[in-house]
């Protein structure tokens, strides 16, 4: 799977290190630092078909982030945490593309001080619940048999009752959370887009059918579960296909069991968007006309945006999902 595994070498002993490079097999190039080769040179996004490079290192700089508005359910705040950088996924919308100079994989594990910064961040708001979401700059579950750092955060959930963690993923990789004991406060979040879109853009993901079969095996186990709608993109009777999908949650009995719904339509950064129009000429994104935005994104224009979740949220209802637990992604007046 990897072109060429590249270990920062003051980490070769660390135990973390070795378990990983154990798993992987691969004779490992040593480095002072990641960020002396990563991404120093434009590689092009989609070699990472072809040439994936990994790099295990440490997370220098803010290991934690405050998330933006609208990030999550309001009121409370939400921070994330960075574990990775890139994902091993291939989506046509995935803003990483734009973000990142190259596709290159960096596995991050300094789990222990990343911690440490969520229990600062919790200690100063002594009164309140606080968030943390994984997921941000890579899949949260995808890896996580290699990288093995999931006991850790859910020890911190376990102590913490105050801290939530979210996972977001589209991995159904969930063997290691099974061998863990549910909590309230450590959420499993599955971003799923309808069945027939899902096989064009998702690409090299599990199947939004496969997802929703990790969330029924999770919610068998205890889990607590929620859902992604996210990005929504417009299509000849999208909200069918949303119908469709949500019928399916119902008849697995997912709809009545999720901890929260967010839905959000389709938006790009301009640098983004551009590396979406070179990487996807074809994709099925660039069918319906997008503006630049309030915040100088690209999106649908606003009524477009609130016509289009409104559709899906109140197929949600539908299907079963208190009104109370859906809420609306990024997405903000104009
Ligand atoms: S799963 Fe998320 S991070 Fe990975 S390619 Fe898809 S959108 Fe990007």
């Known amino acids: 799977m990897w072109n060429k595994i590249y270990v920062e070498e003051h980490l070769i002993h660390n135990p973390r290190v070795q378990s990983i490079l ?74 990483l593309q734009g973000y990142f100079n190259t596709p290159d994989i960096v596995l991050f594990v300094n789990h222990e001080e990343i911690l440490e910064e969520m229990q600062k961040s919790l200690e100063s708001y002594p009164n309140q619940k606080v968030w ?56 499993i979040s599955f971003s799923l887009s309808p069945f027939s879109m899902g096989k064009v853009i998702d690409l090299k993901t599990p199947s939004s059918l496969s997802r929703l079969k990790a969330m029924v095996e999770l919610k068998k186990n205890g889990y607590q579960i929620a859902a992604h709608f996210d990005p929504i993109i417009y299509q000849d009777q999208f909200d069918e296909h949303y119908k469709t999908l949500l019928q399916t949650m119902k008849d697995m009995e997912l709809t009545d069991n999720l901890n929260y719904l967010s839905l959000g339509v389709v938006r790009f950064t301009k640098d983004v968007y551009r590396e979406v129009e070179r990487n996807y000429p074809d994709s099925p994104i660039h069918s319906t006309p997008m503006i630049k935005s309030f915040d100088n994104k690209v999106r649908y224009t606003h009524p477009m945006r ?29």
């Open 132 to 187: 943390y979401h994984a997921g941000e700059f890579s899949d949260s579950l995808a890896l996580t048999h290699l990288t093995g750092e999931l006991e850790l955060y859910h020890d911190f959930c376990k102590k913490n009752p105050r801290a939530t963690i979210e996972l977001r993923t589209k991995s159904v990789n969930i063997k290691e959370l099974i061998k863990l004991s549910p909590l309230k406060n450590f959420i």
């Open 306 to 334: 609130m016509w289009m979740m409104n559709k899906v949220k109140d197929a949600a209802i539908n299907a079963g999902v208190s009104s109370e637990l859906i809420y609306l992604c990024m997405e903000e007046n104009d």
């Open 22 to 95: 154990e798993k992987l097999k691969q004779v490992p190039i040593l480095i002072t630092s990641y960020d002396e080769i990563w991404g120093k040179s434009k590689k092009p996004y989609l070699h990472k078909r072809d040439s994936l490079n990994l790099f295990i290192a440490q997370k220098k700089g803010q290991l934690l982030k405050l998330a933006p508005d609208a990030y999550g359910q309001a009121g409370e705040p939400h921070y994330y945490f960075i574990h990775a950088f890139n994902c091993i996924y291939e989506c046509q919308y995935c803003y």
